[in-house]
Every structure is written in structure tokens, then in C-alpha cells.
């Protein structure tokens, strides 16, 4: 281990720590804004650049065929998983995270420079289809090597704290891509944007990572030779011989945790609209400052569970989510009052941050440290590309077919889902209760 992991006593007598502890955590976390401002990007930018990568066609067909390149993307997600987590456990959690920003960089600068149908024909589809997969193959190995570096660089009695910040950083990347369309927008046409402008996000996406990587050069290494030498390390067979159960909670606590999150993070500005009847710019300017608010929520709730444990922590998300999620979605239907929808969505995200802030430290806690990063980093991958990645599908699809409480029942259950497996786990929070 590192002098930064030993030493944990000291940190009060040594400030030079404490701000090599401040720098691991801004470097670790710093490719989650990456990843989320990619996300983002994309996803909002796509009615922009549709025509320029498919054939000519009506709008709706090209949006399908961009979602469909983004949806391929979201798949990669578990191999990345399975991939970073070796890397991580293997060679090093360092190694991991150069090695995956610096593919989020290579994906953004290729998607940015990808010239059109019209010029290279149907290879332009094709590059944009391999360049999203490359970022996702990326993005689904960030998540787990981060939470996992950050856990074991964390200081002992203020972990929960400290990996908080992982998520201020992934909807910090939310926010940035929020303030890129509301800037370009003002700037710029309709015309230059559709010619030329969706350009420069994915531009700003790769010098972003170029900062992630700087950043991440000085960090050190927290995962010793015993434990990157040890039989099982990075082993797939070795995480589900030895650590099955851990690796079903963690799918358990990701399926409700990452399901919520979603619901009330990326759908809810389509849900506002669509099915509350909101205008859209009032809309988007209600979840930017929604999602201001559950970014500074984050540090609070996981300075929260140092104190009252990563089980109550879980317990309170998985009840709170259970019960609140079908009354909640169900006001939010017929609401007049933006500032009634405000306060009844921060309602929302309030109960997701008790599973947000310590998501990554509490899955991390469940592994011993020659399978952490892929045990963590699989489980969430999988997990969270089924439940999460689809539940803005699953919404869209239960409200075409007139069904749409279904949805807010399934919610709920995947909360309580949450809860029964957070009984599970150790009183005090840490790991499995044997």
C-alpha cells in the first residue's frame, strides 16, 4: 500500500495527507463527469447531427437510428465492466483508470471529427457505431475502478464522505452538458448548429478527458503485489466461487438504486413533458436546478452514513422508495405548480441520495481487494444496463400501452428490492452479514 493508505491514524497531525487525499479523490472521480457529460451530450445533441450521419429519411427515423447507435453503446457496458475490473485487480487500479479515460477521449475526438454520410457513405454510421462502443466499453470499466480506488484511498470513519464525491462528479457531468446546450443554443443557429456547431461538445468531451488523464498521472497506486498476484485476482470464476452472494446484493442494490436514479434524473424531464403537460423550457430549467440540488446533497448524506452505518443508509432508500415513488410519480402527473413539481422531484432524489452517495463505497466494502474492482465493477455494469439503461424505455412503452402506473409500481418494487437485500449486510455497514 501507499503512504497515502497507511498512515490513516495520522491524518489529523499531517496536512499534506489530507491534500493528497483531496487530489486522489478529484483524480479518481474525475471521469464520471466525463462519462456523464458524454451521456448527455450525445443524447441532446442527436437531434442535430441524425442527418448528418444516415441516409436521408424522415427526422423520427434518423432519431431511432441515433438511439440505437447510443443504446449499443450502453450494452458495452458490462464487458468494460468485466474488462477494467481485470485490468484493475490485475495490473493495477491505476493502470485501469488512465487506460479508460483515455479511451472516452479517443471515442469524443473521433465522433467530433467523423466526417458525414454524404462524404465517406455508409462508413460514417459504422465509426459512429464502433466510437460509441469504444466509450462504452470505457464508461462501464470507470465505475467500478473509481469506486474502488476511492474506497481504499478514502480515510477510515470518513469514507462514506469521501466517496460521496464520485456522484458529485457524475452529475456534475450531467450539468456541464446541460450548460453546453443552453450556451450553444443562445449562440448559435439552428443552421450552424445542424451544419457544424453539434461539433464542439464532443470536442469539449475530449479536452475534459485530457484534464481526467492529467489529473489521474499523479495518483498512486493503492492495490499492493500480494493482493495483483493473488490467484482469484481479477478472476470472473474466482468472484463467483468465492463471493457469489456479494455479487447478487450488488445487483439487487443496484437494480432499485440505478433505477431510481434514472426515473427521477434523465426521464423525468421527458416525464414532465410528456405526461405532465409542462413546458419544456420550464422544465429543463427545473431539473438543472434539481440536479444542482442532488449534487450538494451528496457529500452531506455520505458524511451522514459514517455516522449511522451503510445498512441504514440502504434501509432508508430502499423504504423511502418503496413507499414515496408511486405517490410522488402519481402528483406529478396532473401538477400545475413548478415549484410543487420542484420540491415533490428533490422529494425524490432526497431518498435516491441515500443509495447514491455510498453506492460505490458500500459495494467496494463488499470485496476483498484481489476481486474488488471487478466484483464492484461487473455487478453495478450488469445491473445497471438492464434496469437502468431501460427504464426510460419501459416507461415510454407502459404509457403507449395505457399503462403508465405500472411503471411507478415498478419502481417502488425494485426499491423494496433495495431494502430487503440492504437487511443483509452487517449492522455497522460493512459487508455481508455472515
Not at 457469489?244 to 434514472?262: I, N
Request: aromatic share 12%; glycine share 10%; proline share 3%.
Amino acid at each position: 500500500m501507499t503512504d497515502i493508505i497507511k498512515n490513516q491514524s495520522d491524518e489529523s497531525s499531517h496536512p499534506d495527507s489530507t491534500k493528497k487525499r483531496i487530489w486522489a479523490i478529484i483524480g479518481a472521480s474525475s471521469g464520471n463527469l466525463v462519462e456523464w457529460f458524454d451521456f448527455y451530450v450525445y443524447s441532446f445533441f442527436s437531434l442535430y447531427f441524425a442527418h448528418i450521419f444516415f441516409p436521408a429519411g424522415d427526422t423520427t427515423t434518423q432519431l431511432l437510428q441515433t438511439a440505437g447507435v447510443f443504446a449499443a453503446g450502453f450494452l458495452m457496458r458490462p464487458i468494460g465492466g468485466w474488462l477494467f475490473g481485470y485490468i484493475g485487480d490485475r495490473h493495477g487500479r491505476k493502470k485501469s483508470m488512465l487506460i479508460s479515460v483515455c479511451m472516452m477521449c479517443f471515442g469524443s475526438l473521433v465522433i467530433a471529427c467523423l466526417p458525414g454520410y454524404e462524404s465517406i457513405g455508409v462508413a460514417a454510421p459504422i465509426i459512429l457505431l464502433l466510437a460509441r462502443m469504444f466509450q462504452g466499453l470505457s464508461v462501464g470499466g470507470e465505475y467500478g475502478t473509481s469506486a474502488t480506488y476511492m474506497s481504499e484511498v478514502a480515510l477510515e470513519g470518513r469514507k462514506g464522505f469521501y466517496a460521496s464525491f464520485q456522484y458529485v462528479t457524475l452529475i456534475g457531468g450531467q450539468l456541464t452538458a446541460v450548460l453546453t446546450v443552453v450556451i450553444l443554443q443562445f449562440t448559435l443557429s439552428d443552421e450552424e448548429l445542424r451544419n457544424w456547431g453539434w461539433r464542439i461538445p464532443f470536442f469539449l468531451g475530449a479536452a475534459l478527458a485530457i484534464v481526467a488523464l492529467w489529473l489521474r498521472r499523479s495518483l498512486e497506486e493503492t492495490s499492493d503485489k500480494k493482493s495483483r498476484e493473488h490467484e482469484d485476482a481479477g478472476s470472473v470464476r474466482g468472484l463467483l466461487r468465492n463471493h457469489t452472494r456479494a455479487f447478487l446484493m450488488v445487483l439487487g442494490f443496484t437494480a432499485g438504486g440505478s433505477l431510481s436514479f434514472y426515473t427521477f434524473t434523465t426521464y423525468m424531464q421527458k416525464y414532465l413533458v410528456n405526461t405532465a403537460g409542462m413546458d419544456a423550457k420550464t422544465a429543463s430549467g427545473l431539473m438543472t436546478g434539481a440536479l444542482l440540488f442532488f449534487m450538494l446533497l451528496q457529500p452531506a448524506i455520505g458524511a451522514l452514513s459514517d455516522k449511522i452505518g451503510r445498512r441504514g443508509s440502504m434501509m432508508i432508500f430502499g423504504v423511502g422508495a418503496a413507499i414515496c415513488t408511486v405517490p410522488i410519480l402519481t402528483l406529478l402527473q396532473n401538477v400545475q405548480s413548478p415549484w410543487i413539481a420542484f420540491l415533490l422531484i428533490m422529494l425524490a432524489l432526497l431518498i435516491t441520495s441515500f443509495y447514491t452517495a455510498i453506492s460505490g463505497i458500500l459495494k467496494a466494502e463488499m470485496f476483498p481487494p484481489q476481486v474488488r474492482a471487478l466484483g464492484v465493477g461487473l455487478s453495478y455494469a450488469v445491473a445497471n444496463a438492464i434496469f437502468g439503461g431501460s427504464a426510460e424505455y419501459i416507461a415510454l412503452l407502459m404509457k403507449q400501452q395505457g399503462i403508465e402506473t405500472t411503471f411507478f409500481w415498478y419502481v417502488s418494487a425494485m426499491g423494496a428490492l433495495a431494502f430487503l437485500v440492504s437487511l443483509m449486510l452487517h449492522k455497522r455497514g460493512k459487508g455481508i452479514k455472515l
